[in-house]
C-alpha cells in the first residue's frame, strides 16, 4: 500500500452568520455529508476493501447534544466566532488569566471552547440544562459511525480552560464549574481505533460492520499528518478559507495569544496559530467586484499589478483576527485606493495581506522560542501558484510542497492506516519547493512596516465601527439569518 490516491469526493455547504461575530452550522448536515461521501467513494470504487477509517473536523467547535447525542441547537465554531467576549472576561477574573496559561498551555480567546459554554449557560439556560455530551464535528461522526462517545486529546487540549495537558486528563474542578450536566469524553490520542462501525452505521453508509475507526482529531492537525509536517522544526502552513499554522515543538510552550496544544500523538508537542480569514476574502473579492471573472483571471491581473498592488495596503481582518493579536473587534482595511486601482490590484493586496499575516504569525513563532527549520504548505490555496509565492517573497520562507494537497482527508487516511500497522512513510511524497525573491525582500520589508503601522492607526476607529455594526444588526433584537458557502 502506497498512499496512491483512488478517488475524491467533495461537498459544499453553509455556515450561519446570525450576527456579526456569530459563526454557526447544523451538526445534522456533517452525518448527512459523511454518508453521502462514503456512498459515492464506495460507488466510485468497485472492489475495494475499506480497512480503516479516519475522521477530522473543523475544530475547535462547540456542539451540545443530549444523552443521544442530538444536537440541541446549531454547533457555535472555532476561532471565527467571536460571541464570547465577556465570558472570557468572567473567566479570567474568576480563575486568573496567568492560571489559565499555566495550566492550559493557552489563553482564553475566541478559539477556546470554555466561554462558549459558558455564553450558551448565560443565554441558552434551557439548552444548557438538557445539555449531556460535548461534541466537535470529528467526535460526532465518530459517534454516529461507531456508537462510541469520545474526544481525542489534541481537540481536548484546545478545549481550553477544561483540559490538563500535564497529566492529560480533563481538569475536573474547572469541568464541573463551565460544563455542568455534560458527561466529560473519553478521552483517546487521534491515531488509535476509538471504536467499530456499528450495524446501523453500515446500513446507512455501505460499509463492511466492525471496520474500525480511529478518534480522529482536528482538520489543521490531520492536514500537517498528510504532508508529513509533523517532525520537530516543521510548521505546516494551511491554505484555505482561514489560514493556519502547525509548528513541531520539542516541549511544551505557552506564548499567548498563539495557542499551546498537544499533539496527535503521546509526547508530542504544538505551537499553533490561525487567522480567521484568508481565501475567504478572495472569494468575497470575486463576487463582489469581479465582474463574473474567475480566480484565474482575478489571478493573472493580481500578477500584473506587481508587487505591493499598484501602491495599496490591506488589512485582512475582515471578520476580527484570531493570532497574533487576537482582537475580535479588528476589521478589514483597505488604504491607498484611487479612482485607477482596478480589481486586480484589490485581489492582489488581499493576496499580500494574507501573506503579511502569516509573517507577523511566523514572527510570534520564533519570539515563542519555536524553531523553524521548514516550512510545508498544504490545502486548496496551494493550486494557486501566484499566492504561494507571494507568501514566500514576504516571509523570505522556502516553502515544500507535496503531490497531494486534499489535506485533512489524506491525513486521516495516514492515520487510520496507521492505526492498523501500515507504514505510511512513503506516501505523499514530496514534489519541489516555492524559493522567495530575494529582490523584493526590501520592497516588501517597507510594505510590512506599513502593514504593522496601518493596524494600529486604525485600531480604535475599528473598534468604534465594530461597536456601531453590532448594534445596527439587532435593531429590533431579532437576528438575521445569513447564509454563506464553505468551500
Known amino acids: 500500500m502506497d498512499g496512491e490516491l483512488l478517488a475524491t469526493s467533495t461537498l459544499s455547504h453553509e455556515v450561519r452568520y446570525p450576527r456579526p461575530g456569530h459563526v454557526e452550522m447544523d451538526a445534522s448536515v456533517w452525518w448527512r455529508e459523511c454518508v453521502g461521501i462514503i456512498r459515492g467513494l464506495l460507488g466510485s470504487s468497485p472492489g475495494v476493501d475499506v480497512e480503516a477509517i479516519g475522521v477530522s473536523g473543523m475544530g475547535p ?10 444536537p440541541l441547537r446549531p454547533a457555535i465554531l472555532y476561532g471565527v466566532d467571536t460571541r464570547a467576549s465577556a465570558q472570557i472576561e468572567q473567566l479570567n477574573s474568576r480563575y486568573g488569566a496567568a492560571s489559565i496559561v499555566e495550566r492550559c ?29 460535548l461534541l466537535m464535528p470529528s467526535s460526532y461522526l465518530v459517534a454516529g459511525l461507531t456508537g462510541e462517545y469520545v474526544l481525542d486529546h489534541h481537540s481536548a487540549s484546545q478545549s481550553v480552560p477544561l483540559y490538563d495537558p500535564r497529566s492529560g486528563r480533563w481538569h475536573e474542578p474547572w469541568w464541573d464549574e463551565l460544563a455542568g450536566p455534560i458527561a466529560p469524553p473519553r478521552l483517546c490520542w487521534s491515531g488509535h481505533v476509538a471504536g467499530s462501525v456499528t450495524v446501523e452505521a453500515a446500513a446507512a453508509t455501505g460499509l463492511r460492520p466492525g471496520t474500525p475507526v480511529t478518534a480522529g482529531t482536528v482538520d489543521a492537525w490531520a492536514e500537517a499528518i498528510s504532508v508529513d509536517a509533523h517532525n520537530p522544526g516543521d510548521l505546516m502552513l494551511m491554505y484555505g478559507t482561514t489560514m493556519f499554522l502547525v509548528g513541531t515543538v520539542t516541549e511544551p510552550l505557552s506564548a499567548p495569544p ?4 498537544v499533539g496527535l500523538h503521546p509526547g508530542s508537542h504544538n ?13 468575497w473579492l470575486r463576487d463582489l467586484v469581479g465582474g463574473g471573472a474567475g480566480y484565474d483571471e482575478l489571478a493573472a491581473a493580481a500578477e500584473a499589478a506587481g508587487p505591493g498592488a499598484r501602491g495599496l495596503a490591506m488589512l485582512p481582518y475582515f471578520a476580527g483576527e484570531r493570532t497574533p493579536i487576537d482582537d475580535a473587534d479588528a476589521r478589514g482595511v483597505v488604504a491607498g485606493l484611487t479612482l485607477s486601482h482596478t480589481a486586480g490590484d484589490l485581489y492582489r493586496a488581499a493576496l499580500e495581506a494574507t501573506a503579511m499575516g502569516v509573517r507577523h504569525n511566523l514572527e510570534a513563532f520564533t519570539d515563542a522560542g519555536a524553531s523553524i527549520e521548514q516550512v510545508v504548505a498544504v490545502g486548496g490555496g496551494t493550486q494557486s501558484r501566484l499566492w504561494a509565492q507571494i507568501v514566500s517573497d514576504v516571509t523570505g520562507r522556502h516553502q515544500r510542497l507535496h503531490a497531494y494537497s486534499v489535506g485533512a482527508s ?18 505523499n511524497a514530496p514534489t519541489g519547493e516555492v524559493e522567495p525573491n530575494r529582490d523584493l525582500a526590501d520592497d516588501y ?19 468604534a465601527l465594530a461597536s456601531r455594526q453590532r448594534r445596527a444588526s439587532e435593531p429590533t433584537g431579532e437576528a438575521t439569518d445569513e447564509h454563506l458557502p464553505v468551500p
Not at 61 to 70: R, S, V
Not at 445 to 459: G, I, M, S
Open 61 to 70: 467547535c462547540t456542539l451540545l447534544a443530549d444523552e443521544h447525542g442530538e
Open 271 to 283: 505551537l499553533a496559530g490561525g487567522m480567521a480569514t484568508s481565501g475567504a476574502i478572495t472569494a
Open 445 to 463: 520589508d517597507e510594505l510590512y512596516r506599513l502593514y504593522r503601522e496601518l493596524y494600529a492607526t486604525t485600531r480604535e476607529l475599528n473598534h
Open 105 to 133: 498551555r493557552s489563553a482564553l480567546s475566541s478559539q477556546a471552547v470554555g466561554p462558549k459554554l459558558a455564553w450558551v449557560a448565560d443565554h441558552e439556560p434551557d439548552v444548557f440544562a438538557r445539555a449531556r455530551r
Open 410 to 427: 489524506y491525513g486521516s487516511a495516514r492515520l487510520a492506516a496507521g492505526a492498523i500497522g501500515i507504514d505510511t512513510g512513503s506516501w
Open 258 to 261: 498563539l495557542w499551546g496544544t
